[in-house]
């Protein structure tokens, strides 16, 4: 596990954007923090990594999927009101495993139905308003530009 500190959004968007650089576009990343961690910040940062306009990321809450193109396809999923093996596999969330990039914020509702090898990004509030933890856990020796796991 590394932890990488962000001292504000642009910095989390950076950190995302780099992390997503060697990406191999089949990977499930779930998105653990509170209301406000940045969850969504991270995902857009992400997104710019894969080239995807920052501006076209917005949080799914309530269609539940956003998709996006660039380049790898991105499949960006709320969970928040998913809490059971049923709703999620309604939601269709398992067809699109190796599909694309997913990312899945609200991980911890379904977190025990994640494929092995999904790469878990914890982000939590820091001391400062606008800090921000991030820690990073992948299975395996990946290596990410930047970052490495």
Partial sequence: MIKVLSNSAKDTEKIASDFAKNLRGKE???????????????????????????????SPTFTLLNEYSGKYRVYHFDMYRINSFDELYSLGFFDFIGAGVIIVEWSENISKFLPDGTIMIHIEHGEKENERIISIECDGEEKYENISC
């Fill in 28 to 58: 499930v990343i779930a998105l653990y923090g509170g209301l406000g961690a940045g969850k969504t910040c991270f995902t857009k940062g992400l997104s710019k990594g894969l080239s995807i306009k920052s501006d076209e990321v917005i």
